[in-house]
């Protein structure tokens, strides 16, 4: 972890978020974040305690994710997207203890998880998931009903919700969604005390008829949109900005070239800033040549190849800059060109990729 560089996440901006979502969804549909990845790259110790007191729960991928939550005190319902895999009945059995909810898509899953139950003596809680049409895990519809039976025969087992989970619900045809949707829908028990979800980000925003009871939102509450297709829908504000500083400033002849492969040459007298980020810390290599920092408020192009744990950056128009000034890597202004969303289009990838990637090697401090 390198204490200087700072991602700095903005709780006014996470719970500006958050209100919005909510004005979306209305008062009786739950709002879950989806806190995978270390809240996607953002920082689980310190998004933790806000999004506990504004939402409805947690979904998390791994188990670890999931009992590391718990281990933060938190006693509320989490869900769990995988599961505990080949034979770890360890995990298996602390997730059944520390009631986890988990994910049943097999007649095998289901089989592990009774066994697990009955081990632990308690009643394990699960939603099943169904692939309508993603492709991915969960149960084929047509298999569903039959699994619904099972686990609703399993003693040790209590069915609590049903889900799905929509593949192009960010794209401008509307086609597959609606497929999914109505699949979706026709394996649906009538009588409900399950909770049924399936909207993600991008169709709570576009899909109202897929908010059922709960929805799953990530990248929405740190702030980007899903994709281009759904900009303008609602303001969100993204709560990421990553800070480094300037560890050196130096001269360049014209005609001189930097970095491996020495990829850029100089076509007058420069200066240029050294700024100790690169790509093993996030900071994606295809940005070579294309992003730009922000130093005093001015843009400082990307000049030459991003190494692992620096890169150059022209400071030539920018007056007064010296060695320990704040170069701005990621801002948190929507319409600044180093904001997430611009960069995964210059990097070619979607925001997921980019808050994700930075996450790991940095400080996150929450700020106002
Ligand atoms: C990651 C994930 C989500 C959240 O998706 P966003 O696009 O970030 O809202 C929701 N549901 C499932 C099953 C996921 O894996």
Request: with cysteine.
């Amino acid at each position: 972890m390198k204490n200087y560089l700072t991602a700095s996440i903005s709780e006014s901006a996470v719970r500006h978020n958050i209100a919005i979502l909510r004005g979306l969804i209305g008062n009786d549909v739950k709002l879950c974040p989806v806190v995978k990845d270390d809240c996607f790259g953002h920082g689980m110790d310190i998004l933790f305690p806000v999004l506990a007191e504004l939402t409805d729960g947690f979904a998390v991928a791994a188990p670890m994710e999931a009992l590391e939550l718990r281990s933060k005190g938190y006693h509320g319902f989490i869900l769990c997207f995988l599961s505990a895999y080949f034979d770890d009945f360890k995990v298996q059995d602390e997730l059944v203890w520390q009631e986890i909810t988990q994910t049943v898509m097999s007649n095998s899953a289901l089989a592990s998880i009774e066994a697990s139950a009955k081990r632990v003596g308690k009643t394990a809680r699960v939603h099943l998931k169904v692939d309508s049409g993603m492709g991915r895990l969960g149960v084929p519809a047509k298999q569903a009903p039959d699994l619904i039976a099972a686990i609703r025969d399993s003693e040790y087992v209590e069915l609590s919700g049903i889900y799905t989970h929509f593949a192009t619900a960010d794209e401008r045809d509307r086609t597959a969604t609606e497929n999914q949707l109505e699949l979706f829908k026709t394996i649906l028990p009538e009588q409900g005390s399950l909770t049924i979800h399936a909207a993600n980000s991008a169709a709570t925003l576009d899909w109202p008829e897929t908010h059922f009871d709960m929805v799953r939102m990530g990248i929405a509450i740190y702030g980007c949109h899903p994709s281009d297709q759904l900009h303008n829908r609602v303001d969100l504000k993204p709560c990421m900005s990553v800070k480094a500083k300037l560890i050196a400033v130096k001269h360049m002849r014209e005609g001189s070239r930097s970095g491996y492969g020495l990829a850029h040459e100089y076509k007058r007298d420069s200066r240029v800033g050294i700024v100790p980020i690169g790509y093993g810390d996030g900071y994606f290599r295809s940005l070579s040549g294309q992003a730009v920092v922000r130093i005093n408020g001015r843009d400082a192009p990307v000049c030459g190849r991003v190494s692992m744990d620096q890169m150059t950056v022209d400071v030539t128009d920018i007056p007064d800059v010296k060695v320990g000034d704040d170069v701005e890597v990621i801002s948190s202004d929507p319409s600044a060109p180093n904001c997430v969303e611009n960069l995964a289009r210059l990097a070619g990838t979607i925001p997921y990729e980019i808050t994700c990637h930075l996450g790991h090697n940095m400080r996150h401090r929450l700020v106002d």
